[in-house]
């Protein structure tokens, strides 16, 4: 796929690998549409985008509220007459230790991680249905078929959404021509696990690499780095009665918090 004068769509795009990805993409000669919530670092980005000869617009908003979602759609629709990819990395990771279990950190994990993208989805299928063509990557994480004691509310998040863009995938492609991807990350160096000691992490920019070359090749799925993809595939595959033996601490990684019972 050429990415030369597609119009694409970035969630999450003032930090981490939305703005990674925004760097990229500027040299591809895309035409950018940003969407975050900070609209200062919106427009610095943008005027940057500008000045260096790619087109780029932008449109403040939250994911967690749908109107905000539609009108960005809306607007990014009425600007450029289309929209062939949408890139959403919009997300946050908060720990939910099981001594003080808070559900409202779930709830708001599940408002941003996988109901903002189901939005996006939402307001992006038709558009790409009357165009017969349009691809939509989400970012998911790459375990998201076994619990990480002590990150419950984010792998939760990010499971429903790989299981959600597995129901979609075949069925948008063979009926409109859609191609949804699911992006797997692993341990990535964002302000989002700023405190965390992940072993293995890789640096954003090169996630960002990644992401926009599995994008160019069509992929169903993208994850990385490889090192993680075959340590988290290889203990996908443990019965139960070992997999719980593994250390809790050492699947909680350094840096997460110690608290005591409620």
């Known amino acids: 796929m050429n990415l030369n004068g597609k119009v694409i769509l970035i969630s999450g795009a003032t930090g981490g690998m939305g703005k990674e990805i925004v760097k990229l993409l500027s040299k591809e000669r895309s035409k950018l549409a940003l969407f975050a919530r900070r609209e200062e670092k919106l ?26 979602i539609k009108n960005a759609v809306e607007f990014i629709h009425k600007s450029y007459g289309r929209i ?72 939760a998040s990010k499971a429903a959404l790989s299981w959600l863009m597995e129901s979609l995938r075949a069925e948008a492609k063979q009926r409109y021509n859609i191609n949804m991807i699911t992006v797997k990350p692993g341990s990535v160096k964002t302000p989002m696990i700023e405190g965390y000691h992940r072993r293995g992490a890789i640096q954003a920019d090169r996630a960002a690499e990644l992401i926009i070359k599995g994008i160019k090749k069509e992929k169903k799925v993208i994850q990385f780095p490889l090192g993680q993809v075959l340590m988290i595939r290889s203990m996908d595959r443990l019965p139960v009665f070992a997999y719980d033996k593994i250390d809790i601490e050492k699947q909680k990684c350094d840096g997460y918090p110690v608290v005591e019972e409620k």
């Not at 427009?43 to 905000?68: A, L, P, Q, R």
């Not at 939910?96 to 299928?125: A, C, R, W």
């Open 84 to 155: 062939d990819i949408a890139i959403l990395t919009a997300g946050v990771l908060v720990p939910n230790p099981i001594q003080t279990f808070d559900g409202s950190i779930i709830k708001n994990s599940m408002e941003i991680n996988f109901m903002g993208d189901v939005y996006f989805i939402e307001h992006l299928l038709p558009i790409m249905k009357s165009q017969k063509s349009g691809t939509i990557a989400v970012t998911s994480t790459l375990p998201d078929r076994r619990g990480v004691p002590g990150w419950g509310a984010y792998g």
């Open 43 to 68: 427009k610095e980005i943008s005027d940057e985008i500008n000045n260096n000869g790619t087109e780029c617009i932008f449109k403040k908003g939250d994911v967690k509220n749908i109107d905000d």
